[in-house]
């Protein structure tokens, strides 16, 4: 997926699964938005995002690679590579059971970028 003025993918559910994906130049137009973007429904899990590449997406606005919106829980993210993904290559605003492992973040101001609104 790429050249797309906004998100790439933008989720709403529970136990979804996002794997093998080459998402680059998105997130181009838009400001506080991630290449894949989920949030505002703690009641959201169950989500997995593993063996993807995040790449070039654009520093000049609150930009992710994977954003985590107001709250948003239940995602676990694994050998995944961000490579200048935004101005942080992960941003998690608030939630609970948000697990990382075993990826690889390059180029970005942040690796991951934790607040604290909205925890469940």
Known sequence: MFDIPG???LMNGNDHVLEYNYIHDVAKEVNDLGAIYYGRDPSERGIVVR???????????L???IYHDDGACGLTAYSNI???AGQRAVLMGG??????????FIGSEAGIFI??????
């Not at 063996?51 to 606005?61: E, G, K, M, T």
């Not at 939630?95 to 690889?104: E, I, P, Q, R, T």
């Open 7 to 9: 998100a790439a993918i």
């Open 51 to 61: 063996y993807n590449v995040i790449a070039d997406i654009p520093h000049r606005f």
């Open 63 to 65: 930009t992710a690679g």
């Open 82 to 84: 961000l490579v200048n």
């Open 95 to 104: 939630g609970s059971d948000n697990k990382y492992y075993n990826n690889l």
């Open 115 to 120: 607040d604290d609104r909205l925890r469940a």
